[in-house]
């Protein structure tokens, strides 16, 4: 006999049994009558399942619970370095922001801004009488117009072309969007760049004064610089957090959060696999392997104190309600809003049969305690004292929940350990409930840059297709037709016409083609070995297409940023604005794991999102997203391509 058999319980041999009516006919006028053919049977029966068993049938006037709390303290975003963390500033803004680059729409409204900040100065400084030479805002937009106009690169002549061919490039690639040149002819003249202006300021404010038109100005314009540079950088700032949280090869979101505990150590909470959006307790991990030297377990003595809480709260009972819930008196009728009954469910659908079950049946054998929780908590009930009407009191204990060998064992919302190299059954989940510093309803924009990852399995390659690219004036523009304008800017610069048919001998045949080639926005992701031996595991390369420019191959480049991971920007190196040459040099090789591009593709979209917080304040921040795609696809990229141009004599006669 096993050690385990309970002779008291018939463990384990133990069955649940219920008595419940099952009705036959349509008509339920009978079954609403509650006859009892046979009063002996029904005692027996009853007997049987012990219902005679005395029970009290108090009720729960009120109950006290312990409650443990601690809050998040310190943030550390992937390969990067940890911070201390306070909930005045929701969770996905410091986790999803990414650098914001700089477009024609943002500095128009940033030189407005400017403007706006010297007219109310100006103001102030006009109304204090003694001042010899008054504040003019008309003279100093001109000025500014001359010191900080919008100003257009100029694409050289064909018979000009420089040697530099990572330069016209960039010029092209600016020049080629019709929509840009456009807005840019409308502000020659009418407008300021604001970031210019930034970018003198942003280090030395009393670089200002140097703009005065008259002396007394100095101050006013110091002044000035002061608040536009904190107007900028809460506006345009890309993020609080100082390290990108993205992983560029799993194409997703990894960082960790930590807390003090009340035995003096820490709760560190891991996400490896955010992508989707909508930050919630379900993605994090219990990580219990983070060395000291994380800086996640580091948390001062006056913090600690302030975030650690243990409180005992004193709650009066209410019975749960829901929609559907079945009522407890017999002869009342329920609302027909909500028919629980109507279920359809499979025999595999588990979960909803036993969900459906516990609303029919046991609804009203559960009670509310209700206590607000804090943004960022974690929170542990120690447990909860119940004293019903007759003065009873009973000490409810935590659900053994996680995985243990009592079958009894239940848990919601339980926080999953991380189990790496570590055996499954050997971890408990912990059954703490983690609320999350995050926002409810976010504000979103339409995608600004898109890439459509899809398998070429033809090819034996990915490719990186760029659907939509900036078209830096806070918007998108069409990838393919951005990668068609461009390539004919390129033809028309040579001479070339796109739609003119290749000159052939008058006695050819066949025409061989070494090799046709794929739109500008189509970037090549190649499979390579890994570096650690593994001659099966592969990884996928960013490569490029060659261009023919010039009788020259040029490398092509993504012009998304989600796809430039390890390219050159050197600031030094800035002709004018959106013109760097060292944009078009690869400094590092970029890999992406292959397990992540599904056979059904992925994409990755990157949007402007806006929220409000709880305290009021307002935080704007770009971040990526990533969902499936639309299966696999072809560009049709062929080599050694042999066609028939015309009948040989032989094959006519």
């Known amino acids: 006999m096993p050690a385990r058999f309970d002779y008291g ?37 009853q007997w049987q399942f012990g219902e005679y068993k005395g029970e009290d049938t108090s009720s729960a006037i009120f109950a006290k619970t312990l409650l443990k709390s601690s809050k998040l303290t310190n943030f550390k975003a992937y390969k990067g370095t ?69 100003v257009m690169p100029d694409m050289p002549a064909p018979t000009e072309i420089s040697n530099n061919h990572a330069l016209d490039i960039q010029k092209s690639k600016l020049l080629s969007n019709q929509k840009l040149l456009s807005f840019s002819a409308a502000l020659q003249g009418r407008a300021i760049d604001g970031m210019a202006i930034y970018l003198v300021v942003r280090n030395n404010s009393a670089a200002a004064r140097n703009w005065r ?137 588990l979960a909803k049969i036993i969900l459906s079950e516990f609303a029919l049946i046991y609804g009203n054998d559960w009670f509310v305690l209700p206590y607000p929780v804090e943004a960022g908590s974690i929170m542990e009930i120690e447990g909860i004292l119940v004293t019903d009407v007759f003065g009873q009191k009973t000490l409810v204990k935590p659900a053994r929940q996680g995985l243990t060998d009592d079958w009894e064992a239940w ?64 918007r998108s523009q069409d990838g393919h037709i951005a990668a068609n304008e461009l390539t004919r800017l390129w033809l028309d ?64 480049r993504p012009r998304t940023e989600i796809l430039r991971p390890g390219m050159k920007d050197d600031p030094g190196r800035k002709v004018s604005p959106f013109v760097n040459p060292s944009q078009e040099e690869q400094q590092s090789p970029y890999y992406i794991n292959e397990e992540e591009i599904l056979h059904t593709g992925i994409i990755i979209k990157s949007a402007f999102q806006r929220t409000r917080w709880y305290n009021g304040k307002t935080f704007n921040w770009y971040g990526h997203q990533k969902l499936i795609g639309r299966g696999q696809g072809s560009s049709g990229l062929a080599y050694d391509i042999l066609e028939m141009v015309r009948k040989s004599k032989s094959a006519s006669a």
Request: glycine share 4%; hydrophobic share 35%; aromatic share 10%.
């Open 493 to 556: 610069l040579q001479g070339i016409d796109p739609d003119a048919d290749p000159e052939l001998a008058k006695e050819a045949v066949y025409k061989y083609t070494l090799g046709n080639t794929v739109p500008e926005n189509w970037i090549p992701f190649i499979p390579i070995h890994k570096k650690d031996g593994q001659n099966r595991a592969v990884r996928l390369q960013r490569a490029s297409m060659p261009r023919l420019y010039f009788k020259e191959f040029q490398p092509v």
């Open 9 to 45: 319980t018939c463990e384990p041999f133990r069955a649940w049994n219920r008595v419940e009516p099952r009705v036959r006919k349509e008509n339920f006028d009978r079954a609403l009558r509650c006859e009892i053919h046979d009063p002996l049977w029904m005692l027996t029966r």
């Open 82 to 150: 940890p911070q201390a963390y306070k909930d005045d500033i929701p969770l996905e803004v410091i986790v999803e922001s990414e650098p914001q680059k700089q477009d024609l729409r943002k500095a128009m409204q940033a030189g407005k801004r400017w403007l706006k900040i010297l007219q109310i100065l100006g103001q102030e400084y006009n109304s204090i009488p003694g001042h010899l030479n008054p504040f003019s805002l008309s003279d100093y937009r001109e000025k500014f117009i001359d010191l900080f106009p919008f």
């Open 411 to 474: 848990g919601l919302f339980n926080l999953s350990p991380v189990r790496k190299g570590v055996d499954l059954p050997s971890i408990k989940p912990d059954t703490r409930l983690f609320l999350p510093p995050v926002t409810n309803k976010v504000m979103e924009s339409e995608p600004v840059e898109e890439v459509l990852f899809i398998r070429d399995e033809m090819a034996n390659m990915i490719w990186a297709v760029e659907t939509k690219i900036p078209d830096l004036l806070s």
């Open 213 to 349: 038109i008259h002396t007394e100005h100095e101050d006013l314009l110091e002044n000035a610089a002061n608040q536009y540079k904190g107007w900028i950088e809460n506006n345009f700032a890309s993020a609080t957090s100082l390290d990108s949280a993205w992983n560029s090869r799993q194409l997703e979101y990894q960082f960790s959060v930590s807390a003090p505990t009340h035995e003096g150590g820490h709760t560190v909470l891991a996400a490896d696999e955010y992508y989707h959006g909508h930050l919630d307790w379900y993605v994090f991990d219990v990580d219990g392997n983070v060395p000291n030297t994380s800086g996640l377990l580091n948390t001062p003595d006056s913090v600690r104190a302030e975030v650690l809480k243990k409180k005992v709260h004193t709650f009066i009972p209410s019975p749960a309600e829901f929609g559907g819930m079945p009522n407890s008196r017999w002869w009342e009728f329920e609302d027909s809003k909500v028919d629980l009954g109507n279920i359809t469910a499979d025999t595999t659908d």
